[in-house]
């Protein structure tokens, strides 16, 4: 198949990361916008930025943009396209559409006209038309409707990519895989380096760290939306799917340390990364923060530390931040550290002046990623 247009959506902050990691994997125009990345490549680019991307949420393959004004225009618009040529009537579907600025009154009457144009087009075609499946379609069609534009896509990648394929437990809303790994690399943070997450709950930054570390491809244990379209090449996916796991690397120590106060958040954590076969890779401990040690001379910690959502325990918070703030002066002299928080209090309660406050959104979220570089002596201050 000859050069396709593609947009990548991510976590909104992370875009000029995934703007490198779509270079790397041969993607050409690439441009970046709010919350996702266009680019144009082949379909050996395609399945690489949905197999090797650790930061893209879907990978969608534009088919059709133009001009509209009314739910008819988009029905007209829908029905002109190809989809009998672009997966087989045996495979239900979903349409979802995103309105910004959309002057229709009505998204979900969008979203019918768009279904109906694509069943009746089937219906034109073989006699007969998809089902439709909301919860776990075979194929996802995408409409995002501008002001007076739209544009239509075909979800190349099937469930979102933060799903790696690693079943696994968690405790509470956990962070997004995919937000975990812009943070790590936000972070600054190399393999073979110490890295550390003191408060590492059901582990999602240990599993991101330890994919990074072990060169492991983020979907080489997962299955994708475009293995259901009719243009799959399926010589081609296993080939590149192969080359990956080739360089994977042994799962030995890698200097990679995870605690939490919690028992039960260091067994799940534990669990997940035996699961993902990983275990042997990473040091788990129980420890208050307060009491975790550093386990080398200088290293990178990230942390997600509790956000005060139940009430009273802001109050919780504003008692912990300040011990936590002691805790890093006195062991973690020469570390880097970076807590992803939707508290601002955070820096001021802890004593300590950030170096870079980078927004972020976890999901609806709006959260910083505090960067506190910790210099042997120089941040403790005299009473």
Same mark, same amino acid.
């Given at each position: ?103 229709? !009154?009505?998204?979900? /009457? ?5 279904? $109906? %144009?694509?069943?009746?087009?089937? &219906?034109? #075609? ?122 994977? !690397?042994?799962?030995? /120590? ?5 605690? $939490? %106060?919690?028992?039960?958040?260091? &067994?799940? #954590? ?114």
């Amino acid at each position: 198949m000859s050069q396709q247009n593609y947009f990548a959506t991510c976590p909104r902050g992370l875009e000029a990361l995934l703007v490198d990691e779509l270079a790397s994997v041969g993607a050409k125009a690439i441009q970046a916008t709010d919350g996702g990345v266009s680019f144009s490549g082949d379909m050996a680019v395609c399945y690489r930025a949905n197999l090797e991307s650790r930061i893209a949420t879907r990978v969608m393959w534009r088919v059709a943009s133009g001009p509209y004004a009314t739910e008819d225009d988009l029905f007209n618009a829908a029905y002109k396209l190809d989809w009998p040529g672009w997966f087989k009537v045996s495979n239900n579907f979903m349409v979802k559409v995103t309105g910004v600025k959309c002057p229709l !009154k009505s998204l979900e /009457f969008a979203t019918l006209r768009i279904k $109906d %144009a694509v069943c009746d087009k089937f &219906r034109q #075609a073989v006699n007969s038309r998809p089902y439709i499946d909301t919860k776990e379609p075979d194929v996802r069609i995408h409409a995002y409707l501008a002001a007076d534009s739209y544009q239509f896509y075909l979800d190349t990648s099937g469930q979102a990519l933060y799903q790696r394929g690693l079943r696994r437990a968690s405790i509470e809303a956990p962070l997004r895989e995919n937000l975990a790994a812009g943070i790590i690399k936000l972070s600054g943070w190399k393999p073979g380096m110490p890295f550390l997450d003191p408060m590492c709950g059901s582990g999602t930054f240990l599993l991101e760290a330890t994919m990074m570390a072990l060169n492991i491809a983020p979907g080489s244990q997962r299955s994708f939306g475009f293995e259901k379209l009719k243009n799959f090449d399926e010589n081609l996916w296993v080939k590149l799917r192969q080359e990956a796991l080739k360089k994977v !690397k042994p799962v030995v /120590f890698s200097k990679i340390y995870g605690s $939490d %106060a919690d028992l039960r958040a260091v &067994r799940i #954590a534990k669990q997940n990364l035996d699961q993902a076969g990983l275990l042997d890779a990473v040091q788990l401990a129980q420890l208050e923060f307060t009491q975790v040690p550093a386990p080398a001379g200088e290293g990178v910690m990230v942390a997600n530390p509790p956000y005060g959502v139940r009430i009273g325990e802001d109050d919780e918070l504003a008692a912990l931040y300040p011990k936590m703030g002691e805790t890093l002066k006195r062991n973690f002299a020469g570390w880097n550290a970076y807590f992803l928080t939707n508290d601002m209090r955070l820096p001021k309660l802890m004593r300590l002046a950030p170096s870079k406050r980078t927004p972020l959104f976890n999901g609806p979220l709006e959260c910083r990623l505090f960067e506190i570089k910790l210099v042997a002596g120089s941040n403790r201050k005299e009473k």
